[in-house]
């Protein structure tokens, strides 16, 4: 769908701004908005909790656990519907700085709120400030290490202001075609779910009914297993591993194990969200191809065989073969299933929910599944050769949401700035 430009442009005299349509104008945002205030008083209590998140402004689920209520309200604001919140501090590292409130509800005061004036539509407000936060459009008005606006400075900021009705128009316009890119997302993510489940199907038949539907089976005694091919042996974990530690080298990488199941130099995946220990103390060294075990993420399917030399924290479990049953991919992928049918819970309970930590003397004596030596090898063939075909499945969906997510943004920064006249649209859509 394409949509015309306004007939005539004009220079608003700021950079920050460029053309606008001629009859829009530009105006600070105090023309918009206010800056709103309103202490929590008695009735908190019947008062819901809300947050700024990547879903937008959202009600904090006290009951789940997903929040609750402070201790001292004297830091929270009252937020009414249709207020504007804005998060005008860490604004490069903040995902999300600005939400339209749906709800009555309390913040923490460490945001701004603001209502519009009567001559500003809230939904147009909060889309051109969604349009500036995609590029993070304030960078020029950051003060301090903090990388904040203030809020005086904010709000002598100025902002392309149509007629009201204009406003209306376009986030009506908004509103229903960011709707439908939404639904095609929501359709390619509930996409990539299915495909990860069947490609986790396919892994967790293979490492542990083999590759031979017609092969005889026999109980293997293991809650976890069920039935395994006849001729597989069941064997403790002690005579398949030991437990290896090798000092690192001087300029080894630090090694991470992702809950995906991968292994590899922090480097080569990411940097930020970790922790950097002051000493080194107790690190290990890892081999590419160890077989690696996150000792507190365990639970959770961080096991697998690295792809790089490196070090680790002695958190990790390096695994060292003891013979040649003991083939470290075809493991790799049976620890984790064992992991994600929740067996590391039963060997290694824990005191806090959510929190058990391998160790292996707790692994030692877990029975497991040893197909042969060649069959594990054919087994991680073959699940290379299927997975694959999900996986590149898995990306095409992801390029997809990537492009409608880019469309979205394009779409809401062309409708805001005038790059695009939609008054038809509203015209169609009253009719």
């Known amino acids: 769908m394409s949509f ?14 460029g053309v606008l349509p001629s009859h829009w104008e530009a105006l600070p945002n105090k023309v918009a908005f206010r800056r709103v205030k309103t202490e929590v008083g008695d009735e908190w209590s019947d008062t819901q909790l809300l947050s700024l998140t990547l879903r937008g402004v959202v009600i904090r689920d006290i009951e789940s656990g997903d929040g609750k209520y402070p201790a001292d309200f004297g830091n929270y604001q009252i937020v009414e519907p249709d207020d504007l919140v804005m998060c005008l501090f860490d604004m490069d590292e903040t995902p999300r700085t600005v939400g339209l409130s749906s709800n009555r509800g309390m913040i923490t005061s460490a945001y ?6 009567p001559n500003a539509d809230p939904a147009f407000v909060y889309y051109f400030y969604r349009y500036v936060d995609s590029h993070k ?7 301090g290490l903090r990388k904040t606006v203030r809020t005086p400075t904010f709000l002598s900021i100025k902002m392309p202001i149509p007629p009201l009705d204009e406003q209306k128009a376009i986030s009506s316009f908004l509103d229903v075609e960011t709707s439908k890119i939404d639904g095609l997302v929501s359709e390619q993510r509930r996409l990539i779910e299915l495909l ?14 083999g590759l031979n539907p017609n092969a005889p ?5 293991i809650p976890w297993l069920g039935d395994v091919p006849e001729h597989w042996e069941l064997i403790r974990g002690r005579f398949l591993y030991s437990k290896r530690e090798m000092e690192p080298e001087e300029g080894d990488g630090i090694v991470t194990s992702f809950r995906d199941g991968e292994v590899t130099l922090r480097e080569n995946r990411r940097t930020d969200g970790f922790t ?24 959770a399917g961080a096991i697998g065989v690295s792809d790089s030399t490196g070090k680790c924290t002695p958190e990790y479990a390096v695994l060292l073969p003891n013979d ?10 049976l620890l984790r299933l064992m992991a994600l049918r929740n067996y590391v819970y039963v060997i290694c309970p824990s005191v806090r929910e959510r929190a058990p930590r391998f160790r ?19 087994i991680i063939e073959e699940i290379g050769f299927k997975t694959s075909h999900f996986d590149s499945l898995v990306a095409e969906a992801e390029r997809a949401i990537e492009l409608l997510q880019e469309r979205r943004t394009a779409l809401i920064s062309a409708a805001v700035t005038g790059k695009i006249d939609v008054r038809g649209f509203a015209r169609e859509e009253a009719a």
């Open 4 to 17: 015309p430009a306004y007939d005539e442009y004009k220079h608003c005299g700021f950079d920050w701004l």
């Open 112 to 117: 701004d709120v603001f209502r519009c004036n």
């Open 137 to 143: 459009g304030l960078r020029p008005f950051y003060t």
């Open 196 to 209: 990860k489940e069947k490609r986790q199907a396919v892994i967790s038949h293979a490492v542990t009914k």
């Open 217 to 221: 089976m026999k109980p293997s005694g």
């Open 276 to 299: 950097m220990a002051v000493l080194e103390v107790g690190y290990q060294r890892v081999l590419a191809g160890d077989l690696v075990i996150h000792g507190m993420d365990a639970f």
């Open 324 to 333: 040649d049953r003991a083939v470290n991919p075809y493991f790799a992928l």
């Open 360 to 378: 292996f003397n707790s692994f030692k004596n877990v029975v497991l599944p040893v197909p042969p030596h060649t069959e594990q090898i054919e």
